[in-house]
């Protein structure tokens, strides 16, 4: 149930990411720039899951060995 709610989760993530990336001249002038195209919009996209992540003292993924530990970490 679990996956289910995270894949569902997921998929509206990203149906909302390419609706708002498809409209981007809906949004503000100062915003267009964060969704110039897709992958521009994804880069951003990381970078806003990985401060929120960080926020909330999350430990860095980035140059861990992720075989030898429980992921995702325990707080």
């Known amino acids: 149930m679990e996956m289910d709610a995270d894949f ?3 998929d509206l993530m990203i149906t909302n990411f390419k609706r708002i990336v498809d409209n981007k001249h809906d949004l503000p002038d100062e915003a267009q ?3 110039q195209d897709p992958r521009t919009a994804m880069f951003n996209l990381a970078v ?3 401060i929120l992540a960080r926020l909330f ?3 860095e993924i980035t140059g861990t060995d ?3 530990r429980t ?3 325990f707080r």
């Open 8 to 10: 569902f989760a997921a």
């Open 33 to 35: 720039y964060l969704f």
């Open 48 to 50: 806003a899951i990985c």
């Open 57 to 59: 003292e999350d430990e």
């Open 66 to 68: 992720l075989a030898r």
């Open 71 to 73: 992921h995702p970490p």
